[in-house]
């Protein structure tokens, strides 16, 4: 599908996700959100795609929902449409990884995709926030929630009642980025992870991102019930017994996502 405001790269397993609204840093308009979410669902369904990535530019990975789209909406308007409630229920459905680089801005909506991925690289100059305060608003796809659970009630609320922005060196120390970067290191980092994942059995990475998302859904008697289900059928596969034989036979091992 040709798309208007995002670049879609498909290289070696790994679909590239760009962006690409440089007039307005990134903003995320319903165009972009339906975009991002139609070529993650194509990645999906694609059998040479293993892991998706979703980058920006450099000054901007998103600086949010689009202020000028929302401006004139009213509660009736917003709340008829469920506003971020159709691609918030797409990108919870996605199965496959899909790794978040982020360079320079990642705000308000912008914060909220990139911890809708499933981890999130950052480059150096990352600026991570939920500024929605500023506006008169609060946060509408995860600022409250997500954000919470990575950083923490005391952080979590510190960003979203005054709207300041964290570097990406908070970010990592506070467990919202899982590496950070030089900026120009970024997308080599990232492509360096997806090739990672990319190499495993395709059934254990789709067992591992389900069974850590559950891990924010219930219990943690229920979740580890879950995993241990989760692991057993994985015991069905031929990718285990060759990961098994190759690490016994001193190899690397062939997985054939059997
Ligand atoms: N929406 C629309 N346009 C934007 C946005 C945005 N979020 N951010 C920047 N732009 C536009 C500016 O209006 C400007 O356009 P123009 O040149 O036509 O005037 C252009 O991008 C460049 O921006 P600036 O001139 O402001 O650039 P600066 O380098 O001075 O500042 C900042 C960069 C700090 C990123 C600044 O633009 C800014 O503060 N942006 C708004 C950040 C913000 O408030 N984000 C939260 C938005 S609300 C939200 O995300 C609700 C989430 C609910 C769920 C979302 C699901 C996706």
Redesign the pocket.
């Known amino acids: 599908m040709a798309f208007e405001t995002i670049i879609v790269d498909i290289d070696d397993h790994v679909c590239t996700i760009k962006i690409n609204r440089p ?3 990134n ?2 308009n319903q165009v972009v ?1 339906h975009e991002i979410c139609t070529a993650l669902e194509e990645g999906d369904a694609n059998e040479k795609v293993r892991v998706s990535i979703i980058t920006g530019s450099e ?2 990975f998103a ?6 789209e ?1 401006s004139e909406q009213s509660f009736v308007d917003v709340a008829s449409s469920d506003l ?1 409630g159709a ?1 918030h229920r797409r990108l919870q459905k996605i199965r496959k990884p899909v790794i978040a680089a982020v360079s320079g ?1 990642a ?4 914060c ?2 990139a911890m809708a991925c499933d981890f999130i690289i950052a480059a150096e100059n990352a600026k991570f926030g939920q ?2 305060i ?2 008169g ?1 609060m ?3 995860g ?1 409250t929630q997500r954000l919470t659970r990575f950083v923490g009630k005391s952080k979590s609320m510190d960003m979203n009642l005054t709207g300041r922005f964290m570097t990406a060196e908070e970010a990592e120390r506070a467990g919202l980025v899982s590496r950070v970067v030089p900026a120009k290191k970024l997308m080599e980092e990232a492509q360096g992870a997806a090739q990672k994942i990319a190499e495993k059995s395709k059934f254990a990475t789709l067992a591992i991102k389900e069974s850590v998302n559950r891990s924010y859904e219930t219990t943690l008697s229920e979740g580890l019930l879950f995993e241990r289900r989760v692991f057993h059928s994985l015991f069905a596969t031929e990718d285990q017994k060759e990961g098994m034989a190759a690490f016994l036979e001193k190899r690397e091992p062939q997985f054939r996502d059997k």
């Open positions: 007039d307005a840093m903003a995320l959100l000054k901007a600086a949010g929902a689009d202020i000028k929302m971020f691609p801005y705000l308000g909506g912008g909220e995709l500024p929605e500023n506006l608003v946060a509408g796809l600022g």
